[in-house]
């Protein structure tokens, strides 16, 4: 005798749906370690890249274990815990340790996740490996140790400048030479050491090097009334 039916508008529903989808996505895709925690601290979730970084090829492998299990060193998950339950974040470093035994420094961005009246309902953090920046920057430690010790112990007067060509350090060398304390010669610039004469031809130079080019020559300049030959 005819049709029933009922209509429901899902508009919100939908829009809420692909909302949760994106961020689902967006989670998934991160180059950063996801890991998601209850409240006890029970993993509840994992992306691919944290599967990659730990060394692991599923996240059963993971899932319901702890986030004690993810750390070499005793005590920090508990005030990353800490943190997130009296501040609702922790940002810091931390050693971890893998499936296989190996660790790696692992910088952290974690936060307590709430609904919409505040509530706490999980926790999730993001973490990235600081291995190689780590090596990079002991590498870089040491270059700069090794330059200084060089710097500071070379016969050769040495300096640098900066692109207003006033001098911004030199070496012991060219203290003794210029018979001046660094504090003197700092933030002047040639004209102001060697005379006007002199100044202009260095600054020539000097621009000449900040272009790009690599210049060798030997210049005439006087000194307290002496003149002395130098190799630049």
Request: with cysteine; hydrophobic share 40%; glycine share 6%.
């Amino acid at each position: 005798v005819g049709a029933r039916g009922v209509a429901v508008d899902i508009t919100d529903l939908r829009g809420a749906q692909e909302r949760l989808w994106i961020k689902d996505s967006a989670i998934a895709c991160s180059i950063n370690a996801i890991v998601m925690a209850d409240l006890i601290g029970k993993v509840t979730y994992v992306n691919p890249a944290f599967l990659d970084l730990w060394h692991h090829t599923s996240p059963k492998e993971v899932l319901s274990g702890s986030l004690d299990q993810l750390w070499a060193e005793r005590g920090k998950p508990q005030d990353m815990v800490t943190a997130l339950q009296e501040r609702g974040w922790w940002l810091g470093e931390a050693v971890a340790r893998r499936r296989d035994g190996s660790s790696f420094c692992a910088q952290i961005s974690a936060t307590m996740v709430t609904d919409k009246t505040g509530k706490p309902i999980c926790m999730m953090c993001s973490m990235l490996d600081m291995t190689e920046r780590k090596q990079a920057e002991e590498a870089r430690r040491a270059s700069e140790e090794r330059f200084q010790a060089v710097f500071e112990s070379a016969r050769d007067c040495i300096f640098l400048k900066d692109r207003s060509l006033r001098y911004v350090h030199v070496n012991p060398a060219m203290e003794r030479l210029l018979r001046l304390p660094a504090a003197e010669i700092v933030g002047r610039k040639a004209e102001d050491i060697f005379g006007a004469e002199a100044g202009k031809r260095i600054r020539e130079v000097d621009l000449r090097a900040l272009a790009g080019q690599s210049i060798e020559e030997e210049r005439t300049k006087v000194l307290r009334g002496e003149a002395l030959t130098f190799h630049d």
